[in-house]
C-alpha cells in the first residue's frame, strides 16, 4: 500500500451521532454535521446541543476534525439565537464553521472558529475566492459546477484550501440554490427543508402540437468521482466530500471504507479498483455520473427514469457484542432468517461473507425470524467486533 503524505481529506456527513461513529471508525479524517438549528439538511437528525459536545470530544479522541453546518440563508432573527451556539462549539472545539451567508461570516469572524465557505456560496473563480479570502475563509467549498483543473488554478492563484464533492446525490439547481420545494411543498430549500421535487415525475408540455410526456427531466444522476482520485491526487485537492448527511449508517461505512481503501492505495491495478467499484454499487443509488469533475456536465447527467424502491443489499443492522468462541451479538434493522446470507464490514481489509445457519435470541431459543429492531445472537465467527455495520444479501429472485 502506497501512503500518500499530501492525500487529500477524506470528508464524511455526519447526520446524526451513530452515523459520527460510523464515519470515524471506516476511516473518515472529517466529519460534517449540524445543529438542530442553521444547517440545510433539517430532515436530517443532526445534534443535539449535548450530542454535539459528545461528538466532537469523540472526534478529537480519534484524531478526525469535525466542522459545524451553519450554512442555511439566515433570516435577521435567526442572529438571536447563534451567539450561545457559537459560544459552545468555541468550548467543545469545533474545527471549522461552514458559512455561505456573508453577514454570518461577519458575525462568527470574532469567535476565531475557521471558516470554509459553503458550496452556497457559488464560489466558481479566483476573483471571487480573493474575495472571500480577504473576509477570512481559510477553505474554500468549491460550487459543484467546478472542474478539477479549475479548482487545481483556484488553489494556486489564491492560496486557499479547496474543497470538492467526490460522491452522493447531485443537485439539478445552481449550487444548491433552488425554490421548486417551496413553490411544490411550501418547504425552503435554502433554509433546510428541501422536499426534493427535482426528484418528482412531471408532465412536460413540448407545446409541439399539443403532445405531453411524462419525465423525471430535473433529476439528477449521482456523483461518482472513485475514478479521479489519482487526479485529485495530483492536482492536490485537499479535501474531498462525501455528500449524504440524510443517508443511512452503511452507506456512510461503505463509502468511509473504499474512499479510505482507495486514497491510501494511490494508483492501483485494475482488479482493485473493480472491487473497489463493485462496493460501491452496494448501497441504494441511482445511476452513477462525474457531474462537472472533468467538464462541463450535460444532458448526459439527468436520471430521466424512476428509482427503484428495491435494495438488494438492504441495511441488516450493528454489532453490539463480540464473545470470543461463543457468539456475536447483531442489533438487527431487517428481518433475517436460517439461510440468508449477510455481509459484515470490516473496518479493514476484506468484509466477512456469512450464511446463517441458525438464529438465536437473546435468551438463547432458536428463531425461525427476527423482526427489524430486535436483538439477536449469531454463531462466532472470528475478525468481528462490536459497532461494526452488516448489510444483508437479497437472493437474486428477490432483486428488483
Excluded at 40 to 54: G, I, V
Excluded at 74 to 83: A, I
Amino acid at each position: 500500500m502506497n501512503r500518500h503524505i499530501n492525500r487529500p481529506e477524506l470528508l464524511a456527513p455526519a447526520g446524526s451521532l451513530e452515523k459520527l461513529h460510523v464515519a470515524v471508525q471506516y476511516g473518515a479524517d472529517a466529519v460534517y454535521l449540524s445543529g438542530q438549528a442553521f444547517g440545510l439538511r433539517q430532515a436530517s437528525d443532526n445534534f443535539t446541543l449535548e450530542e454535539l459536545k459528545q461528538g466532537l470530544s469523540f472526534c478529537h479522541q480519534n484524531n478526525v476534525k469535525a466542522y459545524i453546518t451553519l450554512n442555511s440563508h439566515f433570516h435577521g432573527d435567526d442572529f438571536q439565537q447563534l451567539d450561545s451556539f457559537l459560544k459552545l462549539l468555541v468550548k467543545d472545539g469545533a474545527d471549522a464553521l461552514i458559512v455561505s451567508d456573508l453577514g454570518v461570516l461577519k458575525f462568527v469572524h470574532p469567535y476565531g472558529i475557521p471558516i470554509h465557505l459553503s458550496t452556497q456560496a457559488s464560489c466558481l473563480n479566483s476573483e471571487a475566492a480573493r474575495f472571500w479570502k480577504k473576509m477570512g475563509v481559510k477553505r474554500l467549498i468549491m460550487g459543484r459546477e467546478v472542474t478539477l483543473l479549475e479548482a487545481k488554478t483556484i488553489k494556486e492563484q489564491v492560496g486557499l484550501e479547496v474543497e470538492l464533492f467526490i460522491h452522493g446525490s447531485m443537485c439539478m439547481s445552481y449550487s444548491g440554490n433552488c425554490v421548486i420545494s417551496n413553490f411544490t411543498s411550501g418547504r425552503d430549500s435554502n433554509r433546510g427543508g428541501c422536499a426534493h421535487s427535482c426528484r418528482f415525475e412531471y408532465s412536460l408540455d413540448l407545446r409541439d402540437g399539443g403532445r405531453e410526456t411524462k419525465t423525471f427531466f430535473m433529476s439528477s444522476k449521482d456523483l461518482n468521482g472513485l475514478e479521479l482520485l489519482p487526479l485529485c491526487l495530483e492536482y492536490e485537492i485537499d479535501s474531498l466530500k462525501i455528500e449524504g448527511r440524510m443517508r443511512g449508517p452503511l452507506y456512510v461505512a461503505t463509502m468511509c471504507k473504499v474512499y479510505r481503501e482507495a486514497l491510501d492505495y494511490g494508483p492501483a491495478p485494475p482488479m482493485l479498483c473493480q472491487n473497489w467499484k463493485a462496493r460501491l454499487e452496494k448501497t441504494s443509488h441511482r445511476e452513477y455520473a462525474q457531474g462537472s469533475l472533468l467538464c462541463r456536465a450535460g444532458e448526459e447527467s439527468i436520471y430521466d427514469q424512476r428509482e427503484s424502491e428495491e435494495n438488494p443489499y438492504p441495511f441488516a443492522g450493528t454489532i453490539l457484542e463480540v464473545v470470543p468462541d461463543q457468539h456475536i451479538l447483531l442489533h438487527a434493522k431487517t428481518a433475517l432468517s436460517p439461510g440468508d446470507t449477510i455481509e459484515i464490514l470490516t473496518f479493514q481489509g476484506n468484509d466477512i461473507s456469512i450464511t446463517l445457519d441458525q438464529l438465536f435470541s437473546i435468551d438463547n431459543h432458536p428463531i425461525t425470524r427476527c423482526r427489524p429492531s430486535s436483538v439477536i445472537k449469531l454463531p462466532y465467527r472470528s475478525g468481528v467486533t462490536a459497532k461494526m455495520i452488516v448489510r444483508k444479501v437479497l437472493p437474486v429472485s428477490e432483486q428488483a
